[in-house]
């Protein structure tokens, strides 16, 4: 069974007074090739203009016909799948999670990692450098990877934590969370559309 690529990005905030939703998303293939011409594509050519001088692609950043192009792209991809998870801030009643968004957030991921089904059991994940910290770094790792472990037992797994200008798998797995954060957040879902056949959405509370 072959290896697995899984980029893992989010959008909104944890804060009390922030967002109303919290979206973990993720984009997964077995060939990051695909992620990284289809960038070196879009810089070249249809949009060589609009990305010049631009780190990376960022959704917030983009303008609508941008974001279209990246979503239907992704869409368009052989082997490419996505799923996101959504918390509903309101419906988050722990005391100990709300005063530790790090906890919160690895506890988020954790859903995804139970929930998400990647064909393989060796699994390269890559999460935008979200948590700076190195003693963050090792406790999100042990948590995801017991996580995913818990479905699949003898996965080899391997986190890595990058910044998402260096890694266009991260930039599109930005992309997906944004226009999962659109649907629930600002209640549009005309970008999410574009990916609705290869995503799954779960949420942390029903």
Known sequence: MPERY???????????????????????????????????????????????GAQELKANKSKKDLRNYV???????????????????????STYLKNNKHKLYNYVCGVLASTMSVDSKSLVIRIDRSQGKQALQRDFNQYLKKKIKERKWNARIAVHHSWSHGWPGLQMADFVAWSVFQKFENSDDSYFTRIENITNINHVYK
């Open 71 to 93: 979503l239907e792209s992704i869409a368009c991809m052989d082997d490419v799948h996505c799923h996101a998870i959504v918390l509903h801030k309101k419906k988050l009643y």
């Open 6 to 52: 899984v980029f893992i990005d989010e959008s909104g905030d944890l804060g009390e007074r922030g967002s109303d939703y919290f979206v973990i998303g993720a984009i997964w293939t077995e060939n990051v090739t695909l992620f990284e011409r289809f960038v070196k594509n879009a810089r070249r050519n249809k949009f060589k203009k609009v990305l010049r």
